[in-house]
T-cell receptor
Framework: GESVGLHLPTLSVQEGDNSIINCAYS??????FIWYKQESGKGPQFIID?????DKRQGQRVTVLLNKTVKHLSLQIAATQPGDSAVYFC????????????FGQGTRLTINP | DAGVIQSPRHEVTEMGQEVTLRCKPI?????LFWYRQTMMRGLELLIY????????DSGMPEDRFSAKMPNASFSTLKIQPSEPRDSAVYFC???????????FGQGTRLTVV
């Protein structure tokens, strides 16, 4: 029979509120991480990245936090807007030489007006 | 630069037919990635190249799948013979250096009937 599809974690927030999306990565040796945003019918789009020698990095309305002790990554979006509605993926570089980006399952963010 | 260019955008084919997906990475980028996205399995890394050389093809599902990168500006992903379970969106991405963002194409939506 047909298997059940991935059940994406979903986060719903009110427009203007802050949102936090979490990600657990798998490889303690990974040293580079990226957050991507994917809108319906489009390819993933870069939001922000962080290297393992940092624990926080800020962009425009976004902040990424890295906790290497528990292999956890989070994306904070400030003052969410309707255009922030999308699926958000974290990716880790698992390659030892060349870059090998492996993606997590994703979180669907819905902004309520 | 026009970004990563994939063709075709949509492909519908019959089971058993050969399918070839094409990708033109961003000029100057030395890493190229092929991903497959489905509801069942999310965004999977199939294979990646560095300086036109395949580095890791452990994500390629079966021998029916093959990928080539004859030069720095072109790559193909071929499925022969295709099966209905190969239906998915296939993304190509490229990056300039290790620990830099990967840029994604718009994807090819493949339907095998």
């Amino acid at each position: 029979g047909e298997s059940v599809g991935l059940h994406l974690p979903t986060l719903s927030v009110q427009e203007g509120d802050n949102s936090i999306i979490n990600c657990a990565y798998s490889n303690s040796a990974s040293d580079y991480f990226i957050w991507y945003k994917q809108e319906s019918g489009k390819g993933p789009q870069f939001i922000i990245d962080i290297r393992s020698n940092m624990d926080k990095r800020q962009g425009q309305r976004v902040t990424v936090l890295l906790n290497k002790t528990v292999k956890h990554l989070s994306l904070q979006i400030a003052a969410t807007q309707p255009g922030d509605s999308a699926v958000y993926f974290c990716a880790e570089n698992m390659g030892q030489g060349a870059q090998k980006l492996v993606f997590g399952q994703g979180t669907r963010l819905t902004i309520n007006p | 630069d026009a970004g990563v260019i994939q063709s075709p955008r949509h492909e519908v084919t019959e089971m058993g037919q050969e399918v070839t997906l094409r990708c033109k990475p961003i000029s100057g980028h030395n890493s190229l990635f092929w991903y497959r996205q489905t509801m069942m399995r999310g965004l999977e890394l199939l294979i990646y190249f560095n300086n036109n050389v395949p580095i890791d093809d452990s994500g390629m599902p079966e021998d029916r799948f093959s990928a080539k990168m004859p030069n720095a500006s072109f790559s193909t992903l071929k499925i022969q013979p295709s099966e209905p379970r190969d239906s998915a969106v296939y993304f190509c991405a490229s990056s300039l250096l290790r620990d830099t963002e990967a840029f994604f194409g718009q994807g090819t939506r493949l339907t095998v009937v």
